[in-house]
């Protein structure tokens, strides 16, 4: 269960991104975050493994609080929290291999990660993580030779390594052509399904979070402006969230 | 229509600034002519216009190769003055032996003969002198033309042609008691022999060049190591992300000179003992290898005691302390290694080796207390500060203000003291005391300011009114502390009569202190318990930015020391030679290069970093794998443009005594020998221009 509980983010230069969050996530759900560019919807992601530190509010997770975290606290929280990213966030001149590694990280002793290495029970893992989303070949090329969509498979293989039980996912179809994008959705509905892990993704079509979400939360200007079913959103929420001008775009 | 006017008039006004602009510019530039003495006087001047051709015809003709030449003398006979009697009978030509003709057939000194010459060795070069048995030989020196009021210059030297025919005009030479003689003149023809060969100006040009590439390379080598770390730490994109409660911070800096303190006390020792063993190699080997094993056992022992919590923690620290301790022994006993390879490797072809790997050892244990002392405060600092962090998040006001006041006030006089410390070697340094002091009392008048209700604290809801009233706080704050601070250290006494700070001494019943010392840090303990103890311990102190600031000054500063004067510095140090220009030119690769690094790491994508924060790495971590691999090729190439701009510098750092090329180039120079002179400089110019090629091309490559 993932409580956020009043969450407001006021940037150094006065933006306010936040304002008075509320929500809660059972364990399981996959949670679309929709709304326009700038309602906060990558803030709010990264506020609840504070990536972004949150000016007021908590974020409590399996009664955890982990706005009270110490840093070394925060460390042992994150390593259960994935994160895939809209640009993908790879070392684009290291290997897929060692990018998928640094799942491992938080497990690692630092001392070994700081000449490279990993055990052999890690290395075997990330092949398997790499075969789950169908890129095994590519483990030995490095990162920047590969497509968008084989770039976010890696980006998810890396999240897998951690074993994490949630998955923040920002934007991650945002930089891929229609047909990726269902591919790489569809990863992620396998990891909601079948490894139970909950998933709260921010995407920008409400069409794909339609196809893919249990529960929609919409943003606006740092207010929660629905929070409901996905068949709920119709043209009337539609213009609440998105402005009187929008018009619906279908992503097959 | 209605803002026409306004706008011809503001267009007017505009020319008229323009006008006024070039007018003064043109003012300026005037100035600036005269400043710098532009004349062209000096240009015209004969005298000056034939020295600098000569020196240029000799720049361009450097004395790059020689070859052997055999001489050969030929002696006739010839009079001077005229005596009496028969004149010496020239040759007769038989056809193949060398003769000459004397025209006239004998003259007084100084007058003009011309002296043809037939069968010499063909294309020698060729002089004449008159022969003295027992004495100096005197030159016939050559005259332009055939007039007898003609100049002699200072060339004797001439060529024959490839006929074996030379004709010139020479003078007759002066000197007592030649005249009314005849006299034995030898006429030197030196032939080439042998093969051509570098000069020896050439092989020395080359040897000192080789020097100067090598010092180029020690430089940058050596500052590559410490730019590195100093560029992570003067990159505003990783440190903008540090804070710490303020407690915690003072806790740790309260704690480094404690830690000092110990590690030079005890680390110290343990290092210096591993440098007595490593010298006996044996012992330094068991030392080593029985330290480590104690070591993995008792962390294979304490890993498997079932701790948790603040146990657990305990377990951690003592293993890293235990870690520290054992690896400043193994460093010191790799020092003594160090000097034993040393002492055996004094001759041979390791000798080169064994000189640079006992150097290294004498260096660590010259060093090992500095840096065990190093290490310990940082260690016992950063501990502190970790130990602190659970209980002071659970410390409120107005627990935390007292806490904050006792922590600031402690830190404070601790601050103040060392800079004072500083203060009393130079007057310059001497300023640091009331700067530092003035940013104390800024950051207290604004938590002053704070006070007063109204004010507004946090950042998002302060307007720019309220932004321009926090910045007025802090600067009435600074100049009152500044101006207080510098009365009572009497900075005037040190400014205007350049006058060390005051000896006296001051009681404080367990020891004496200099009375200089203790004022400031008072005013240091003040300051800083009033301003700490009024934010509290909880406020965020951004511990990254003031490690950003101080670094990034310390950089400037030496960066806009040119190393020409650094090696000034360095020569009045080491004595004259290449060690002193590599510490000029290390001194200033470090901080040109950490700039340029630190650019590098402010220009890279963030999301990796984000990314790799995101799975749980520490900050170390995250360095290794999001920070440096997208550096590398960057660090790369500003490595080699350093080295190539070291090249450069160091062919100038001789002028100062830096050793290196220019070492030579400037005795040439003050001797006047530009054909030796030239040789250097044509060097300099084709090592300069290969490296310049080579690092643009590899930069290329890599980039």
Not at chain 2, 307 to 329: E, K, Q
Not at chain 2, 426 to 446: F, K, Y
Not at chain 2, 543 to 563: F, H, K
Request: glycine share 10%; aromatic share 8%; proline share 4%.
């Amino acid at each position: 269960m993932l409580k956020i509980e009043h969450l407001t983010k006021i940037y150094d230069s006065g933006v306010r991104a936040l304002q008075d969050v509320s929500f809660e996530v059972p364990d399981g759900q996959f949670l679309v975050i929709i709304g326009l560019s700038g309602s906060g919807k990558s803030t709010l992601l990264r506020c609840i493994n504070r990536l972004i530190e949150p000016t007021e509010g908590r974020i409590i997770w399996n009664d955890t609080d982990i706005t009270d975290a110490t840093d070394e606290e925060l460390r042992q929280i994150r390593r259960k929290i994935g994160m895939i990213f809209q640009q993908f966030n790879l070392v684009r001149r290291a290997p897929v291999m060692t990018n998928v590694l640094a799942g491992r990280l938080g497990y690692t002793n630092p001392l070994w990660s700081l000449v490279n290495h990993f055990s052999a029970e890690d290395k075997r893992k990330a092949l398997e993580k790499l075969d789950r989303v169908g890129i095994r070949e590519k483990a030995h090329i490095r990162a920047d030779q590969l497509s968008g969509g084989q770039q976010q498979r890696v980006g998810i293989a890396r999240a897998l390594m951690q074993e994490p039980a949630l998955m923040l996912a920002d934007e991650p179809v945002a930089s891929l052509d229609p047909a990726t994008s269902h591919s790489v959705m569809k990863y992620l509905e396998l990891l909601n399904k079948e490894d139970g892990i909950t998933i709260l993704c921010s995407l920008h079509f409400l069409s794909l979070a339609r196809t893919y979400a249990d529960r929609i939360i919409a943003l606006k200007d740092g207010r929660m402006e629905f929070d409901g079913l996905p068949e709920e959103i119709d043209d009337r929420r539609f213009k609440d969230i998105y402005g009187e001008d929008a018009v619906r775009v279908e992503i097959a | 229509m209605t803002n026409k006017v306004p706008r011809s008039s503001r267009s007017a006004l505009r020319r008229l600034l323009l006008v006024l602009g070039i007018v003064i510019g043109v003012v300026i530039y005037a100035y600036g002519w005269t400043t710098t003495d532009i004349s062209l006087d000096e240009v015209q001047d004969p005298v000056r216009q034939a020295s600098v051709q000569r020196a240029m015809r000799e720049l361009l003709s450097p004395d790059l190769f020689t070859r052997d030449r055999e001489n050969r003398s030929f002696f006739v006979e010839f009079a001077i003055g005229c005596p009496e009697g028969d004149l010496p009978e020239g040759r007769a030509d038989t056809g193949d032996e060398a003769y000459v003709i004397f025209t006239p057939p004998c003259a007084d000194s100084d007058e003009v003969v011309t002296v043809e010459g037939f069968h010499f060795p063909a294309d020698a070069i060729a002089r004449i002198q008159l022969y003295r048995e027992g004495q100096q030989n005197l030159p016939f020196r050559l005259v332009k033309s055939d007039a007898a009021d003609a100049q002699a210059s200072e060339e004797s030297v001439f060529d024959v042609d490839s006929d074996g025919h030379f004709k010139v005009s020479v003078k007759v030479p002066r000197g007592r008691g030649l005249s009314g003689q005849t006299h034995q003149v030898e006429i030197q023809a030196a032939v080439p022999s042998g093969w051509p060969r570098l000069s020896d100006t050439t092989k020395t040009v080359i040897d000192k060049m080789i020097e100067t590439i090598f010092l180029a390379l020690m430089a940058t080598t050596l500052a590559l190591p410490v730019a590195v770390v100093l560029s992570f730490i003067a990159a505003r994109n990783l440190m903008r992300q540090i804070t710490l409660p303020l407690g915690n911070v003072l806790v740790g800096f309260v704690l480094l000179p404690v830690g000092g303190w110990l590690g030079y006390q005890v680390l110290g020792p343990l290092g210096q003992l591993g440098v007595r063993w490593g010298e006996d190699v044996l012992p330094g080997l068991g030392g080593s290898a029985g330290a480590l094993a104690g070591f993995a056992f008792v962390s294979y022992a304490l890993g498997r005691l079932p701790l948790a919590g603040s146990a657990r923690r305990v377990r951690s620290i003592t293993l890293n302390a235990l870690l520290v301790a054992v690896l400043v022994f193994i460093v010191g006993v790799l020092g003594g290694a160090g000097i034993w390879l040393g002492g055996k490797l004094q001759t041979g072809l390791l000798a080169d080796l064994g000189n640079f790997v006992g150097t290294l050892g004498t260096l660590t244990d010259l060093i090992i207390a500095t840096l065990a002392a190093i290490g310990g405060a940082m260690w016992l600092s950063s501990l502190g500060a970790n130990l602190v962090a659970g209980p002071m998040r659970h410390v409120f006001s107005p627990l935390s203000n007292v806490l904050g006041a006792v922590l600031g006030a402690l830190s404070g006089a601790i601050l103040l003291a060392m800079t004072a410390l500083f203060g009393t070697q130079a007057v310059l340094l001497g300023l640091l005391t009331p700067v530092v002091a003035a940013a104390l009392g800024g950051q207290l008048a604004v938590e002053v300011y704070y006070l007063v209700p109204g004010a507004r604290k946090p950042k998002r809801d302060r307007t720019d009114v309220d932004q321009m009233i926090h910045t007025l706080a802090y600067v009435v704050g600074a100049l009152l502390a500044f101006a207080i601070t510098a009365y009572a250290i009497d900075l005037l006494r040190a400014i205007v009569d350049e006058r060390p700070p005051s000896r006296a001494m001051i009681d404080l019943g367990l020891f004496e202190m200099r009375t200089y010392v203790a004022k400031s840090s008072l005013i240091g303990g003040v300051l800083g318990g009033l301003a700490a103890g009024l934010a509290g311990t909880q406020v965020a102190f951004p511990l990254g930015m003031s490690v950003y600031n101080t670094s990034r000054t310390i950089l400037n500063a030496l960066r806009s020391i040119e190393p020409l004067i650094m090696g000034i510095v360095f020569v009045i140090w080491v004595g004259v030679g290449p060690f002193a220009g590599v510490l000029a030119l290390t001194l200033h690769s470090i901080a040109s290069l950490g700039k340029l690094y630190s650019e590098q790491v402010e220009n890279i994508d963030a999301g990796p970093i984000e990314a790799i924060q995101s799975t749980g790495a520490n900050r170390l971590q995250t360095v290794v794998y999001a920070v440096v691999p997208q550096i590398v090729p960057s660090y790369i190439a500003f490595t080699m443009y350093r080295w190539d701009i070291n090249v450069r510098m160091s062919t100038i750092i001789g002028f100062v005594g830096g050793g290196g090329i220019g070492f030579l180039l400037q005795q040439q120079i003050n001797l006047l020998r530009y054909n030796q002179a030239g040789v250097a400089v044509l060097a300099i110019a084709i090592v300069v221009s290969i490296l310049d090629y080579a690092s643009a091309a590899i930069r290329e490559r890599i980039v």
